[in-house]
């Protein structure tokens, strides 16, 4: 049975690209699976001077592609509300206290208030200030603020960030939104390791050999270069989604998929991380590059992106291994790969298990021979599984062939599967902090790339450790190097492309 839930939105930056690609979208799936229905209510807040009725028609807009049923969608539509707000002036905090109040009495919300902050991070102390000192913060109802990453650029300024909300709110009022713990693909990385003991007893440092995260993507920094040059790949993806991931790969086994036992493991997880101190282990643990642009293709270089300075050393890709300091995973090498204007737009972990001790199968003269067991775990575009093995090819003889078995969702599954905003915004909305972060995972994570940020920007002559890598590709030489000098490769394999093909052939 779904319980209707009750609660008044107010969303800071209600006019910007966030809002109409992701929020009112994500409500509107909300609203028609009958999470939200008959008391709620949205208030959209920025500086541009809107009325209510716009509001409902930008609203409208963002949702056209989901409109079933026009009238259900008009109703939708009208629990919406506007009023220009600049988020320095004490008075508009007072207008819109007026009109939240009026709102809470009009849709009987009970003084249950989420307050979404979908604008730059420089703005999260001012607003979460002023909504205490204007008592928008109520005593009969839950209060919780979400706010979007960055969380900071360092440990110091994400501090002090968490500092000034903390005044205002407690940490368990505080729900730090990563969209990556929405994903379908990203929750199923517990189910798979603890509901099967196929896995769950091998994983670990005795069977796995490596493990492999890739967050691949084919654009460029497009619109985005002033933000982007001033934060690169390391702050933008490793801090956040890839160590996130990590954290759920290394984590040991919670006590209860509870909110607070699952986060306390993977604190535990992101403190066991080995930090680089050095040059030399962040040089030879980590590597950066810039896409070089491919005239051939029309694509510009990083350098040439607008709003990008033309002698930029911001990185648009990482490669780096993280090692583990504790009992299960010691010697487990997990490297880590992002970037921009790659070869293709995919996210994906491969498990790699260990070769088997001894080989009885011939080797020489055959096409295919024993290549090592991988798991992986499609989070996009495909969702699903895949699981290579060896076998006996069919026929006379004992030559191998590698097989994969794949179960992936269809179309019409993921079609139906909660987009990621809509999950969180309905965890938030149950008061379930699972797949947010909590304060202590981001201090740890900042404490983790800070190290290596360190010695980048200390390298004022960045030519050595700089490199640059052909657009559409996976990436430079170098990051290949990365995994040679310990004896392995990337896996190599358009997962996507071949089930695709096997899909077109049945």
Known sequence: MITQNTALFTIFGATGDLAHRKLYPSLFRLYKK??????????????????????????????????????????????????????????????????????????????????YLAMSPEFFGIIAEKLKEQKLITEDGFNRLIIEKPFGRDFESADALNTKLRKSFDENQIFRIDHYLGKEMVQNISAVRFSNMIFESLWNNKYIDN????????????????????????????????????????????LSLQGEDVRSEKIKALRSLRLYKTPEEVNRNFIRAQYAGNPAKALQAYREEPNVDPASSTETFVAGKILVDNFRWKGVPFYIRTGKQMASKETYIHIQFKHVSMNIFPTEGVDEIAEPNVLTIHVSPLEGFSLRLNAKRVGQGTEMKNIRMHHIYDEETQ??????????????????????SHWDEVAQSWHFVDEIRKVWDAQEDCTDTLFAYESHSMGPKESDALLEQDGFSWTEFNWSQSYKEKQENE
């Open 211 to 254: 493990v492999q995260i890739t967050l691949s993507e084919t654009v460029g920094v497009e619109e985005r270069g002033a933000y982007y040059d001033n934060n690169g790949a390391l702050r933008d993806m490793v801090q956040n989604h890839i160590l996130q991931i990590v954290a759920l790969l290394v984590m040991e086994p919670p």
């Open 34 to 115: 009958g999470f939200i229905k008959d008391n709620f209510a949205v208030i959209g807040t920025a500086r541009r001077d809107w009325s209510d009725e716009h509001f409902r028609e930008v609203v409208l807009d963002s949702i056209k592609d989901l409109i079933e049923d026009k009238e259900d969608a008009v109703s939708f539509a009208a629990h919406f509300y506007y009023i220009a707000h600049n988020v320095n002036d004490s008075e508009h905090y007072v207008k819109l206290k007026v009109l939240s109040e009026s709102l809470d009495a009009k849709y009987s919300l009970s003084g249950n208030r989420i307050f």
């Open 415 to 436: 079609a139906n599967s909660p987009e990621a905003y809509e999950r969180l915004l309905l965890d938030c909305l149950n008061g379930d902090p699972t797949n947010f």
